[in-house]
């Protein structure tokens, strides 16, 4: 069963930069798009990007100039940086595998921006 | 960017109930559209994909339908579980937009 774990820091200050990994486990990180979501308090999902794990990126163009999604496949990982955040940026982050669909997720993890 | 627009936003039913939530896509989007429920404080999980598909593992109660820009997902017969918030997402173009959410409450 393939599992998904996001881990950073849960709260990140305004103008610097957001930090998360994902860790894969059960699976490989070959084929499938790897994905990371928000969703703000309350509110809706919204997609951040992918990456192939190839390296081929694509990001949201409301976030492209602060997003970078990387991969590392000998550690079966997937990172996310958000740079320069603000609070709009206080959301729950959910790393995900998508085939068809977004069949497997993370738990999700808050991160707060604020000093 | 294709905007994503379910309806209805919110809804009341009971348990055993019919239930149909609808969404409809900006521009064509093919088949390419996905349901997720999601449980309060729970990561979102996947019902159906490219608009019939069900996922295994999901319930037989749940189907979806369409294509071009409309598409259906109908709970045939509610359970205590189905109260949550229902999502669609395009898979299409990217970004992968979702709807605003349909939450399910009970009558």
């Known amino acids: 069963q393939v599992q998904l774990h996001e881990s950073g820091p849960g709260l990140v200050k305004p103008s610097e930069t957001l930090s998360l990994t994902c860790t894969v486990a059960g699976g490989s990180i070959s084929s499938y798009y790897w994905y990371w979501v928000r969703q703000s308090p309350g509110k809706g999902l919204e997609w951040i990007g992918y990456i192939y794990y190839t390296g081929t990126t694509n990001y949201n163009p409301s976030l492209k100039s602060r997003v970078t999604i990387s991969v590392d496949t000998s550690k079966t990982q997937f990172s996310l940086k958000l740079s320069s955040v603000t609070a709009a940026d206080t959301a729950v982050y959910y790393c995900?595998?998508?085939?068809?669909?977004?069949?497997?997720w993370g738990q999700g993890t808050l991160v707060t921006v604020s000093s | 960017d294709i905007q994503m627009t379910q309806s209805p936003s919110s809804l009341s039913a009971s348990v055993g109930d019919r239930v149909t939530i609808t969404c409809r896509a900006s521009q064509s989007i093919n088949r390419y559209l996905n349901w997720y429920r999601q449980k309060p404080r729970k990561a979102p999980e996947l019902l159906i994909y490219t608009a019939s598909s069900l996922q295994s593992g999901v319930p037989s109660r749940f189907s979806g339908s369409g294509s071009g820009t409309d598409f259906t997902l109908i709970i045939s017969s509610l359970q205590p579980e189905d109260f949550a918030t229902y999502y669609c997402?395009?898979?299409?173009?990217?970004?992968?937009?979702f709807g605003q959410g349909t939450k399910l409450e009970i009558k």
């Open positions: 995900a595998r998508a085939n068809h669909g977004i069949e497997y």
């Open positions: 997402q395009q898979s299409y173009s990217p970004p992968y937009t």
